[in-house]
């Protein structure tokens, strides 16, 4: 529908990979989750889960993944990444998920091309 209206929703290409670290310690269950913030509001806007797979792993996230329908990525001038491999698959961080972030970057019109690289390198003690 928004489409049809010529309200184009924002897209954000993510592609995500592992440090040598991370990939020789993989757990072999876990759920990856993909979560992007503001940069100033630690509450997620846009979430997306999926079963681990390979690395590296190209995803979009788009207004289809909002937590909220009145936070929309779209409405987003600057994105904060983080992905994080979840070993229990909840959404709390937990000791030993591994996890890595892109930092606050641009994102909208004037912030071309929306891919964001993210490499998860760092484990929660």
Do not use: C, Y
Not at 29 to 36: A, E, K, M, P, V
Not at 47 to 70: C, G, H, I, W, Y
């Amino acid at each position: 529908a928004k489409s049809q209206a010529g309200q184009e929703t924002a897209t954000l290409g993510i592609e995500v990979s592992l440090s040598s670290d991370a990939a020789q310690k993989l757990p072999q269950q876990g759920t990856l989750i993909i979560s992007i913030t503001d940069g100033a509001n630690p509450i997620p806007v846009a979430v997306k889960q999926l079963p681990l797979s390979r690395f590296t792993l190209s995803v979009a996230l788009d207004d289809s993944n909002a937590m909220m329908p009145e936070r929309l990525l779209s409405s987003l001038s600057q994105v904060n990444v983080r992905a994080r491999i979840s070993l229990d698959g909840t959404a709390n961080p937990q000791a030993g998920d591994w996890f890595g972030e892109s930092g606050v970057q641009g994102f909208g019109e004037k912030a071309q091309p929306q891919t964001i690289n993210v490499q998860i390198n760092k484990q929660i003690p």
